[in-house]
T-cell receptor, first 114, second 113 residues
Framework: EAQVTQNPRYLITVTGKKLTVTCSQN?????MSWYRQDPGLGLRQIYY???????DKGDVPEGYKVSRKEKRNFPLILESPSPNQTSLYFC?????????????FGSGTQLSVL | GENVEQHPSTLSVQEGDSAVIKCTYS??????FPWYKQELGKGPQLIID?????GEKKDQRIAVTLNKTAKHFSLHITETQPEDSAVYFC????????????FGTGTKLQVIP
């Protein structure tokens, strides 16, 4: 089954404790991206990757890191989480050839930073 | 950069009625407009999209219309059913390549049985 898998589904942590949210897709998509969803703000892009070893900042990259060492994986790293990073996070991959159209989203990771 | 405004933020309709969600965009270069549906506890899922060379597109009970002159596009759901209850996002981007996708702020649709 074609899918984007995120883990964990829920995460509660404390300020300053490094964490990683994993994302994996099994559709051989070149494009992958991370979004955060906050009430009233919609989906805002954090980082994206057009291919292995090619990443770039989105609209809200501060406090986040990413890596793309393999085509299927695109982890999101919070080196020193802060309460303002409490949010619902989604990973997505692009299915339309060499574009980021027709995005496939994971099921989300609800992060709470205390 | 592109700015997408979406209205209303919440919408309640009786089962069987129609629902309309409207979006406006600012960048005249945008020419690809997808709509995503997010059910409770799930990620957004593409339900329909339209390109600027088309004024309207239908898929069963769902239709999208585009007015490039006015820079607005709308999602129409007819004969609404309880399973249509979800959050809907519109988005806009330049077609082709990896130009940025800009999302609206979402509309929470509730269909009352």
């Amino acid at each position: 089954e074609a899918q984007v898998t995120q883990n964990p589904r829920y995460l509660i942590t404390v300020t300053g404790k490094k964490l990683t949210v994993t994302c994996s897709q099994n559709m051989n998509h070149e494009y992958m991206s991370w979004y955060r969803q906050d009430p009233g703000l919609g989906l805002r892009q954090i980082y994206y990757s057009m291919n292995v070893e090619v990443t770039d900042k989105g609209d809200v990259p501060e406090g986040y890191k990413v890596s793309r060492k393999e085509k299927r994986n695109f982890p999101l790293i919070l080196e020193s989480p802060s309460p303002n990073q409490t949010s619902l996070y989604f990973c997505a991959s692009g299915s339309e050839g060499t574009t980021n159209e027709k995005l496939f989203f994971g099921s989300g990771t609800q992060l709470s930073v205390l | 950069g592109e700015n997408v405004e979406q209205h209303p933020s919440t919408l309640s309709v009786q089962e069987g009625d129609s629902a309309v969600i409207k979006c406006t965009y600012s960048d005249s270069a945008s020419n690809y407009f997808p709509w995503y549906k997010q059910e409770l506890g799930k990620g957004p899922q593409l339900i329909i999209d339209i390109r600027s060379n088309v004024g309207e597109k239908k898929d069963q009970r769902i239709a999208v219309t585009l007015n490039k002159t006015a820079k607005h596009f709308s999602l129409h759901i007819t004969e609404t059913q309880p399973e249509d209850s979800a959050v809907y996002f519109c988005a806009a981007k330049e077609s082709g390549g990896y130009q940025k996708v800009t999302f609206g702020t979402g509309t929470k649709l509730q269909v009352i049985p």
